[in-house]
């Protein structure tokens, strides 16, 4: 009997082998595209590794070459040259290259910089529909910005800078309806910036300074996502652009700007960043602008703003760089700007100031070439003569109500402010879930079929919740719908109108926090959707009253109601047999697999635990607790500790083997799986691993002696021992030698045929539910 066993299984191994693609290489075609792509790069030294038994998909990545796979494709290339690099040789055709890139379908980021590209960017770009993310800055391409680009309906960062590319700005770009950022900067872009940008409603960064654009700009009050607003060095004006109140740096350095500063700017309570410099503006400077409550950056250096100064004029404390030099200011320079000098830059030459240096200009001066440029806009413009008094008294009087209005707007707000505080910390501002977030996440149906292709999830599609129906579900969030609290704040249980159960994670924020600054969070929590994840089903956020801020963020998960994988394995709970516990194993390296490489960026370092692993009632293990960017950095703020290593996971890049640690810590989990006991110290891993290494080497009983006595009887040897071995492997100290997702993915694929086909041969008594995978004798669970 036994002996038949082996021989199935010396069978199955043989069988398996021969038929079984080896899944964790690159499918052969890809493989090969990145060989021609190193050719068409003309043999770069980065690429100096690559040869036709390059192990693509597990390479290291490094700040020069990243490769991220996801399943058998490629999902990120990111190859990054030196900036001082020749374009390549004449014989370089960029419609050939990108040929061979569209045999990357499923690229999400493509990353070519620095790499001496040269020649128009093809049309046939548009065939790497996936795209989110290009990068082809500091290259030699030339010609306009193809019209087709307008529908890689994914996309949402485009980087063209630092090139050569001309001609206008196309129009069809603002069919992007996901583009974040785009950025064109230094180039030689003509025109103007077409009047359909103000429909991109998920801007957040538009960079296009030092370009030769002109004109007026569309009205991008609209954007309520705009963030950042560079347009320095280009032909822009006269009139200042319209923009949304919530932008938090607006750059308009060297254009045509005239007229006036808008007064409305006083009321952007946002705004960090405002630079004029150097164009044509005219008319009262604002001193409110040098207490606009966010400001750290000021310059209307090269202007001729005129009023006074005085010294009682109050400040941001956080102001550290301003910059008045070269316009028609008189007064005081405000102490606010004197003091403290050490960690403030403050620039004032040329102007008329009261101050004893030979930096100033003698007072008649400014009043002179006030009335020359004429103070009130071009259209009002009065022949200069004999109403000098009258207009500079207008001015002043002018200078003098703004200063005034806004002073009475600030401490009207402040005690409002104070009111708020002291009746009622935290208000909401109603919001209801059909028309409250602006985000574009609800009606992108196309993500969403995306998102579904991965694994095909029975569950609502993403969205956003209002705080009534939270409430609503968890009866005004009472004791009894509390499931936990952790340091990032509180779990709750709750019955959507519709029935269903859902999780809600509620996380606290101190004020201060625009829900905009959540976007690229939400945008990446919308993604996690998979299968083999507790996955995310929307989110709410909930408001201070009295500056809009986000005091809570709530986020909605699947309820998964059977029990985490330990309550099946080593406590009471249904026990799993051998061939369920590999799969569920396969599920919960699978969810790691999407984590890693299925969304962009990247989660890694997961913290995987046995107890955080829930079990649907069909068997599907899913992740239920990920490494949240939200909650890690709201732990951070919480905790206050400046690390220096964060943002790590923006780059793109993940520092070295950071993959590995979630392998390590999949490891523990299959060490429980094996061994039924329940593990709760490092310590006790320690041992189980040394006891696992000797059991592996000795044969047959003795090596079951480890194995739970529940499911000793059940499997197959060479079963176990595949098992026993990836386990051990995932243990190792050393990252570079634990073994990578898809090595441990076909390891237990591989356990689960073996097992299969000796059961199958040998006992067909055993009748267990096998879900989730019926394993068949073709390729198991490749789903
Ligand atoms: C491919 O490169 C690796 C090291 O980068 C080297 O060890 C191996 O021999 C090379 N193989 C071939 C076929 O050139
Ligand atoms: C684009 O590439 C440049 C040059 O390699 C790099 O500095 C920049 O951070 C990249 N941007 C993004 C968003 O990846
Ligand atoms: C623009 O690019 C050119 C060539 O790459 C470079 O010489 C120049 O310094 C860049 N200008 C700016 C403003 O970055
Ligand atoms: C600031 O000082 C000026 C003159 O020095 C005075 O007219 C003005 O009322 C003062 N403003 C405040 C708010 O104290």
């Known amino acids: 009997m036994a002996r038949e066993g082996l021989v199935a299984c010396l069978l199955a191994v043989f069988v398996v082998l021969v038929l079984v693609p080896h899944t964790q290489q690159l499918q052969s075609s890809q493989a090969w ?7 068409f790069l003309n043999y770069p030294p980065i690429l100096s590794s690559w040869n036709t038994t390059t192990d693509f998909c597990n390479a290291d990545p490094t700040p020069f070459l990243t490769i991220v796979c996801y399943e058998e494709s490629i999902t990120q290339l990111h190859i990054s040259g030196d900036e001082s690099l020749a374009p390549l040789p004449r014989s370089f055709s960029i419609d050939s290259f990108f040929t061979t890139l569209t045999r990357l379908p499923n690229l999400k980021v493509l990353s070519l910089t620095s790499l001496g590209l040269w020649g128009p960017l093809p049309a046939k770009i548009s065939r790497l529909s996936s795209l989110e993310i290009i990068n082809m800055s500091s290259n030699y391409l030339y010609g306009s910005i193809p019209r087709e680009v307008s529908s890689l309906g994914h996309l949402q960062t485009l980087l063209l800078d630092h090139n050569m590319i001309s001609g206008q700005i196309p129009d069809a770009l603002s069919e992007l309806s996901l583009l974040a950022v785009l950025n064109l900067q230094n180039n030689t872009l003509t025109g103007t910036l077409p009047e359909s940008f103000s429909n991109l409603e998920s801007l957040r960064v538009l960079v296009l300074s030092s370009n030769s654009l002109s004109g007026n700009l569309p ?3 609209g954007l309520s996502n705009l963030q950042v607003l560079n347009l320095e060095n280009n032909y822009l004006g006269p009139h200042f652009p319209s923009l949304g109140r919530k932008v938090v740096s607006v750059m308009l350095r060297k254009n045509r700007f005239g007229g006036g500063l808008p007064a409305d700017l006083s009321s952007y309570f946002l705004l960090e960043r405002l630079d004029v410099s150097f164009n044509k503006f005219v008319g009262p400077f604002l001193p409110s602008l040098l207490s606009l409550p966010s400001i750290r950056y000021l310059s209307i250096a090269g202007n001729r703003f005129t009023g006074m100064l005085f010294q009682n004029m109050t400040c941001n404390d956080d102001l550290h760089f301003v910059d008045l030099s070269s316009n028609l200011l008189s007064g005081n320079l405000p102490m606010c700007l004197i003091s403290d000098s050490k960690r403030k830059v403050v620039l004032y030459s040329s102007n008329c100031l009261e101050i004893k240096d030979y930096s100033q200009h003698p007072s008649s001066f400014c ?21 000098a008094v009258i207009v500079i008294g207008t001015v002043v009087g002018v200078v003098g109500s703004i200063f005034l209005v806004g002073l009475a707007m600030f401490f009207a707000i402040r005690r409002g402010s104070i009111k708020w505080l002291m009746n009622k910390p935290r208000r909401r501002i109603v919001e209801h879930a ?17 998102t579904m292709k991965y694994g095909a999830l029975g569950i609502p599609s993403y969205r956003s919740y209002s705080v009534e129906e939270l409430e609503a579900a968890t009866n005004n969030f009472e ?3 509390f499931m936990g609290q952790s340091s990032h704040g509180q779990m709750y249980r709750g019955r ?9 994670r509620s996380l606290n924020f101190k004020q201060g926090q625009n829900s905009h600054n959540f976007n690229h969070h939400i945008e990446l929590v919308s993604k996690l959707r998979h299968r083999h994840l507790v996955s995310a089903l929307g989110h709410c956020f909930e408001y201070y009253l009295d500056d809009s801020s986000v005091s809570r963020l709530f986020l909605v998960f699947e309820y998964v109601m059977t029990g985490t994988l330990r309550s099946n394995i080593s406590e009471g709970g249904q026990r799993l047999t051998w061939i369920q516990r590999i799969s569920a194993a396969i599920c919960v390296i699978k969810g790691i697999q999407f984590l890693h490489g299925g969304i962009m960026p990247g989660l890694f370092s997961n913290n995987l635990k046995i107890t955080n692993i829930y079990l649907d009632p069909n068997l599907v293990a899913k992740i239920s ?11 951070k703020a919480m905790v206050q500790a400046g690390s220096s290593s964060s943002g790590s996971n923006e780059s793109g890049y993940r520092p070295k083997h950071l993959d590995k640690i979630d392998i390590y810590d999949f490891g523990v989990i299959l060490l429980e799986i094996v061994s039924g006991r329940p593990i709760a110290l490092t310590n006790e891993v320690n041992i ?7 059991s592996i080497i000795t044969d047959g009983a003795a090596r079951r002696s480890i194995v739970d006595p529940f499911i000793r009887r059940q499997c197959c040897d060479e079963s176990l021992k595949t098992v026993m071995d990836i386990c051990l492997r995932c243990l190792s100290e050393e990252p570079t030698q634990r073994p990578s997702v898809e090595d441990v993915l076909w390891n237990l694929q591989f356990a689960v045929q073996v097992q299969e086909s000796w059961r199958g041969d040998s006992q067909s008594s055993e009748d267990s539910p096998l879900s989730p995978f019926q394993p068949s004798r073709s390729l198991v669970a490749f789903d």
């Open 33 to 39: 595209s990145l060989l021609r792509i190193k050719r």
């Open 219 to 221: 009205d991008l009050s």
């Open 367 to 387: 009043r002179t070439q006030a009335l020359a440029v004429g103070i009130l806009p071009p259209r009002e413009k009065r022949a200069p003569g004999g109403k």
């Open 434 to 450: 059909s028309n409250g977030y602006p985000f574009k996440l609800l009606p992108d149906g196309r993500y969403i079929s995306q």
């Open 479 to 481: 004791a009894a719908s």
């Open 496 to 504: 959507l109108q519709d029935g269903s159960l859902v999780a809600i």
């Open 625 to 635: 607790s990920y490494n949240l960017p939200v909650v890690e950095e709201n732990m």
């Open 688 to 694: 189980m691993t040394e006891e696992l290494q000797e």
